[in-house]
């Protein structure tokens, strides 16, 4: 089991950046899938992207690719997304979630079996 802390959200204008950080407890992170999904406001959870275990791939969605870094840090048990060019429509709840069974795992978010409890990320135009 792993628990998870988000934390780096806040207010930030268009075309900035924010750096999302997940703190996981666990002595096996290393080893765990780990991704970030975010909600918006009268939507349904969307997928952004999620990076493996200990090989480091990387897997985003379109509408992220080229903005949107995940990355991670085994030693520190902290998987990272950094956002550039942020735009009004990213506005959301953003998550970070972890698959305790799997080292890479896709889209799915049921393959993710531990979640952090979000962090407001807001793009003012």
């Known amino acids: 089991q792993a628990q998870l802390v988000e934390s780096g959200g806040g207010l930030v204008q268009a075309v900035g950046s924010l750096r999302l950080s997940c703190v996981a407890s666990?002595?096996?992170?290393?080893?765990?899938?780990a991704a970030w999904y975010r909600q918006a406001p009268g939507k349904e959870r969307e997928f952004v992207g999620t990076?493996?275990?200990?090989?480091?791939?990387?897997y985003y969605a379109n509408v992220v690719k080229g903005r949107f870094t995940i990355s991670r840090d085994n030693a520190k048990n902290t998987v990272y997304l950094q956002m550039n060019s942020l735009k009004p429509e990213n506005t959301a709840v953003y998550y970070c979630?972890?698959?305790?069974?799997?080292?890479?795992?896709?889209?799915?978010?049921?393959?993710?079996?531990?979640w952090g409890q979000g962090t407001q990320v807001t793009v003012s135009s």
């Open positions: 666990g002595r096996t992170f290393s080893t765990y899938a």
């Open positions: 990076i493996s275990g200990s090989t480091y791939i990387t």
């Open positions: 979630a972890v698959s305790t069974r799997y080292s890479a795992v896709g889209d799915n978010y049921r393959e993710y079996d531990q």
